[in-house]
């Protein structure tokens, strides 16, 4: 069965430092990948996907995430982090076939200090 | 485009009791997924429709949930005998069938505590 790692509960970083969040996966095939964000009282935003294809993708609001088969990982990254991107940031895999439904991790808590 | 909308936002109910929550797909969306989340926990998967046939379920669904998509358009989840352990955000997101893998589009949730 597939599963997602989180290994990061909580983060802090400053507003303008550089962001990595990390996602260990497993799964037996190619894996389809996301990056969700979550803020309090609100629904999930995807922020980026991985299908195939080049293995570094570009998301919205700035963030970019890369895909290593070799160490099963699908970081998220962004270069300069803003006050409003205190979030919890969920990474998932997605299964082929039919259901196609979505594996979450834990998820990881990003608070940004001014 | 309106979004994945849930009904109601928030729900307080007493232990026993019965309660039915909402989605609204997107219009032209085929499928329709419930997922639950649990404080400080990933959303889990508990069941998905395509049209009006609910093709999986989960394990976590028990035999007090139940689920259904009449027509195709909006689905229900109803939990009867609610018990502490239900307390959870419960999350509807939709799906255009494609070619591709379909990314999935979430509704704002709607929070259920159980006194």
């Known amino acids: 069965a597939q599963s997602v790692t989180q290994p990061d509960i909580h983060i802090t970083v400053s507003e303008g430092a550089s962001l990595e969040l990390r996602c260990n996966y497993s799964y037996g095939a190619t894996p389809y990948l996301f990056w969700y964000v979550q803020s309090p009282g609100q629904g999930l935003q995807l922020l980026l996907k991985?299908?195939?294809?080049?293995?570094l993708v570009q998301g919205i609001k700035g963030f970019e995430a890369e895909f290593k088969r070799s160490q099963s990982s699908f970081n998220l990254r962004k270069p300069s982090v803003h006050w409003s991107d205190a979030a919890e940031y969920f990474c998932?895999?997605?299964?082929?076939?039919?259901?196609?439904?979505?594996?979450f991790g834990t998820g990881t808590r990003l608070q940004v200090t001014l | 485009d309106t979004g994945v909308s849930q009904d109601p936002r928030h729900k307080i109910t007493k232990r026993g009791q019965n309660v039915t929550f909402r989605c609204d797909p997107i219009s032209e969306h085929n499928r329709l997924y419930w997922y639950r989340q649990t404080l400080g926990q990933g959303p889990e998967f508990l069941t998905y429709f395509q049209n009006e046939a609910q093709l999986e379920k989960s394990r976590l669904l028990s035999d007090r949930f139940s689920a259904e998509r009449p027509k195709g358009s909006f689905s229900t989840l109803e939990i009867q005998r609610t018990e502490q352990g239900d307390s959870a955000m419960y999350l509807c997101?939709?799906?255009?069938?494609?070619?591709?893998?379909?990314?999935?589009?979430f509704g704002p949730g709607t929070r259920l505590t159980v006194l």
């Open positions: 998932a895999v997605g299964t082929t076939g039919t259901a196609s439904k979505l594996t």
């Open positions: 991985y299908f195939s294809g080049d293995t």
């Open positions: 997101a939709s799906s255009a069938r494609g070619v591709a893998y379909n990314e999935q589009f």
